[in-house]
Every structure is written in structure tokens, then in C-alpha cells.
């Protein structure tokens, strides 16, 4: 059986880009979340990799520096798994390895636009209808995470934070 290992390392970018192609097919730089990664920079510190036996690469997740108003948080994703090893724990792994490693105290909240049965074992909850994103999106898929007294507070436009990289 195939193993696979999380490493605290970014992947290298051309097969990075093969993976999300292939994890997400076309369409993915289309899509809201891709509005706060341009002219962005992902926080390294928090970025893990998953390879097999070979030295593939077989999973990847990163983390995005944004803000709304003055609290300073982070944007979760791309999170995506080979398609070979989808179901197997990879993605659950690579996202609290990474989550365990973030300084609260300098990103108080993480968000992300996914499925919400999917986040929820990593504490994310749907975001109050006050918060927004440049772009469209579905609310049930805006999810936070963070201490709840103030999540519940978070109001208004989740902007990239390129400066708190
Ligand atoms: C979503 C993704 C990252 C999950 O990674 P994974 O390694 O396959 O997931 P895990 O093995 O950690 O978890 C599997 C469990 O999550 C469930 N699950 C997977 N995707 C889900 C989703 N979108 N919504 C709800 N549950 C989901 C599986 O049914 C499985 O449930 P089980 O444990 O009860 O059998 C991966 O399928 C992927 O890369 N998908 C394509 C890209 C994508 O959609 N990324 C997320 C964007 S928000």
C-alpha cells in the first residue's frame, strides 16, 4: 500500500500546478478565494506537502495572509489531494498539521469557501452573513474558524494582507 508522509515544506510549483489542475480541474483560478491569493503571498511557515514512497507529490495545502478591518487572519486553501489518494486521510492530515502550527495571536481567524461537513472536523463553522469576499459566493461555503466571540464579530470585506507575510 501506498504511503504517504506530511512534510513542513512547500511543494515546487510546476508540480503544484499539476496537482490542482488535476484535483480541481479547469476553472479553478475563476473561482472567488482565487481573488485573495493574486497578488498575495502564501505564508510558507504554514504551507505542508504530502509524497508517497517515490517522493510524489500527493497532497498540498497553503495559507494566504488577509484582514478584515484590522484583525489579521488567514485564507485556507488551495487544500487538494491527489485523485489516486482521495478518501485515505490525506487532506484531514495535511490541514491539521498545518492548523496546530498557526500563531493565533498573530492570525486570530482562518476562512475558507468549502463544504462544510468536510471542514467541520477541523472546527470550521459557517461565517456570519456579515462577512464577505470579492466575489460571489454561496454563505453555507463561507466558513471560519477561530475563537467564537470573535468570529461572531467579524464583519465586512475579507481583503488580501500581502503586508503581514
Ligand atoms: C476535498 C479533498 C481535499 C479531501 O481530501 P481527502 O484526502 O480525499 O479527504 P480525507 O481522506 O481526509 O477525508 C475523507 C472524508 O471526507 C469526506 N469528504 C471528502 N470531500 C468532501 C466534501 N467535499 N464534502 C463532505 N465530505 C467530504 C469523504 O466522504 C470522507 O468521509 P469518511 O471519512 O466519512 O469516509 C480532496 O478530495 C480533493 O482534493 N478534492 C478536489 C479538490 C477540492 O475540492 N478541494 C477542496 C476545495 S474547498
Redesign the pocket.
Known sequence: MTQVKILAQSAEPHPLTDLLNR??GPGRLARTAERLREGNQRIAAYDRMAIDNDGALM?AISFWPVRVEQTAGLLL???????D?????????LMQDALAAIDEARFAFTV????L???Q?AEFSVAPRALQLPGPVDPQRLLLRGEAKLCAALSGMVRRAPELC
Open positions: 484535483a480541481f497532497g486553501g488551495p487544500l487538494a489531494v491527489h485523485p489518494m482521495q478518501g485515505q486521510g490525506v487532506g484531514q492530515a475558507l469557501v468549502g463544504d461537513p468536510y471542514y472536523k
